[in-house]
């Protein structure tokens, strides 16, 4: 079963406007997020995550956003540049837990000058 | 400061084949984990290591998969009589431990399997 879902597979922004990834989770154990980002023929890079305790979580252009009643969370990139072109993985973990990250499928994210 | 390195970075083999897929962690990072990406999917979560231990090995997808690490260095993952299905991105990434969410990915070993 998949636990973390990204339902979009791509996501076209012009450069400057918002980009706004989304995914959902069903697991209620979760209670840290994390957002990679992924260029071709490259591993995954940590982005910004988020503590279940928290709702939001800020650092320059991107913004995490977690609601839990809803079990959804999303990334807001604002200014969106074209260097943002790549896929964003949404991926969760829990307290007690080895530490593995459970990852949804991706969102590929191409950003237009 | 070194990043988590993989080697090789691609690999073809022959179908019933074996294969054994290197990583190096970044120097003091006492966990170590195995992900698998197949085209178009997310990563899978393969194996956890703490030092040379692996207490979770539940995404290990048959027995033909097996991995070791030498203390807190190195890890290979090694994939007996290899099938087309095991074609994929093999990902390892490297925290200071269990409790440290932050992972640090290597650039993968794409293995294709013929």
């Known amino acids: 079963d998949q636990q973390v879902k990204q339902n979009s597979p791509s996501l076209s922004v012009q450069e400057g406007r918002i980009s706004i990834l989304n995914c959902d989770y069903t697991n209620s154990m979760f209670d840290y997020f994390l957002w990679y980002k992924k260029y071709p023929a490259e591993g995954p890079t940590f982005l910004i995550s988020?503590?279940?305790?928290?709702d939001k979580n800020e650092d320059g252009r991107f913004t995490v956003f977690l609601n839990k009643s809803a079990k959804h969370l999303s990334l807001h990139i604002v200014p969106s540049q074209p260097g943002d072109s790549a896929v964003y993985f949404c991926?969760?973990?829990?307290?007690?837990?080895?530490?593995?990250?459970?990852f949804g499928q991706g969102t590929t994210l191409q950003v237009k000058p | 400061g070194a990043g988590v390195s993989q080697s090789p970075s691609n690999k073809v083999t022959e179908k019933g084949k074996d294969v054994e897929l290197r990583c190096d962690p970044i120097?003091?990072?006492?966990?170590l984990y195995w992900y698998r990406q197949r085209l178009g999917q997310g990563l899978e979560f393969l194996i956890y290591f703490q030092g040379n231990s692996a207490p979770d090995k539940s995404g290990l997808p048959s027995d033909r998969f097996s991995a070791e690490r030498t203390g807190e260095s190195v890890s290979t993952l090694t994939i007996q009589r290899t099938q087309q299905e095991d074609s994929a991105v093999y990902l390892c990434a490297s925290s200071l431990g269990p409790a440290h969410n932050e992972q640090f990915f290597g650039p993968g070993t794409r293995l294709t399997v013929l």
């Open positions: 988020i503590s279940s305790i928290k």
């Open positions: 120097s003091g990072h006492t966990a």
């Open positions: 991926a969760a973990t829990y307290s007690g837990n080895t530490g593995k990250l459970i």
